[in-house]
């Protein structure tokens, strides 16, 4: 027997399931549009300009250059050319001496892969030098001896496909920083806001909770760090994008900033769990500075979502610094020390983040701590 709604249910995952697909389609479509130019270019480039009858591995270094996610281009794209182009000539040199056969496509692989881990750190590289090597002797061994051909079409691929991407439609580096930003400061807002409800009702477990949800930002750091990498990528070597370097520069700033204010918060959620774990006495007051932490954090994710409006950050994050260290003149306690310290350096780490220097910064929390 059927049970009910089960038709419903499998008619609602599969909206469901087209509505993400789509979304993936349309998301990528700049991707698409590059690949397929630079495959065509790619493929003429060696079959017309260098005179190659079949230049197989052209329009493949081409996609695996652009195969890359955003935060991954340049560098690493280049890397994996350069990968296709070691795993080719290397494959090229050892079936022009040793002939083909299983044996010497064992061995090909094998001394490709070491070629791989002298010259890459990743697995990726080593995996791309090999695979490279191995389709060299299964799919379109050499017929009429040694030669660098191949080579030169997986160096051709991989440099038309980079010029394709800084050239036709280049990713928008200030609208990636700005979406890899906003997690990283929702997070590390709704984190602050955890703590200071776990210091309201004096709850290990809650603190503890706050203490692992911050540990987690990292992730969405790392990301926001990568973009910010890739956006100066982008300024540089884009025409089209130069104009968006200064824009790119101070959100790389903020970046770094940003993520000092994770580590300062990380700390802060141990120093609260440590209080708490002790039944030591945390002032209400300290619940209240980090509630108006989480609001200039909040101001400075729509302020770098918006790219205006930073002045909305200083109010907040001074009055929270101006909060917490009035909390001291009441008490010596060792964690309450510890909580506070966090909470000025978190401060200062937002302000920094909105462009003042370290100097005007520390300044200012100085003044509005008295």
Do not use: C
């Not at 009702?201 to 540990?215: F, G, I, N, T, Y």
């Amino acid at each position: 027997m059927i049970p009910d709604g089960l038709f419903e249910e499998m008619g609602e995952r599969s909206r469901v399931s087209m509505t993400t697909r789509w979304h993936r389609v349309k998301s990528g479509w700049r991707v698409m549009v590059q690949a397929a130019v630079a495959v065509a270019i790619s493929w003429a480039v060696a079959k017309w300009l260098w005179g190659h009858a079949a230049p197989f591995f052209a329009p493949v270094s081409a996609i695996i250059a652009l195969g890359q996610s955003y935060h991954e281009r340049g560098r690493r794209a280049m890397e994996l050319v350069f990968a296709v182009t070691i795993g080719v000539a290397v494959a090229d040199l050892l079936a022009f001496q040793i002939g083909e056969g299983v044996p010497q496509l064992a061995l090909a692989v094998f001394i490709s892969m070491g070629l791989g881990l002298f010259f890459g750190k990743s697995q990726l590289f080593v995996n791309q030098v090999a695979i490279s090597a191995a389709l060299v002797f299964t799919i379109t061994p050499p017929t009429d001896g040694f030669s660098f051909a191949r080579t030169l079409d997986a160096l051709t691929g991989g440099l038309v496909a980079l010029g394709v991407a800084a050239v036709l439609l280049p990713s928008d580096p200030v609208r990636i920083l700005r979406g890899a930003a906003q997690p990283v400061l929702e997070e590390l807002a709704a984190t602050l806001r955890d703590i200071a409800a776990a210091l309201r009702a004096r709850d290990p477990e809650a603190a503890e909770d706050s203490l692992v949800r911050a540990r987690g930002i990292d992730e969405f750091g790392e990301r926001f760090f990568a973009a910010a990498q890739e956006g100066r990528s982008t300024t540089r070597i884009s025409p089209a994008r130069r104009r968006a370097r200064g824009t790119v520069e101070f959100y790389a700033e903020a970046a770094a900033r940003i993520d000092l204010a994770v580590r300062n918060v990380r700390v802060l959620a141990r120093g609260a769990m440590r209080a708490l774990a002790l039944d030591e006495n945390v002032p209400p007051d300290v619940a209240e500075a980090l509630d108006d932490l989480g609001r200039a954090v909040q101001a400075l994710a729509t302020a770098l979502e918006a790219g205006e409006g930073f002045d909305a950050v200083r109010e907040p994050a001074l009055r929270a610094a101006a909060t917490a260290t009035r909390v001291l003149e009441g008490t010596t306690n060792l964690s309450v020390s510890v909580i506070v310290g966090q909470i000025r350096s978190t401060a200062t780490d937002l302000l920094t983040g909105i462009g003042l220097t370290y100097e005007e910064a520390t300044g200012a929390v100085r003044a509005a701590s008295g």
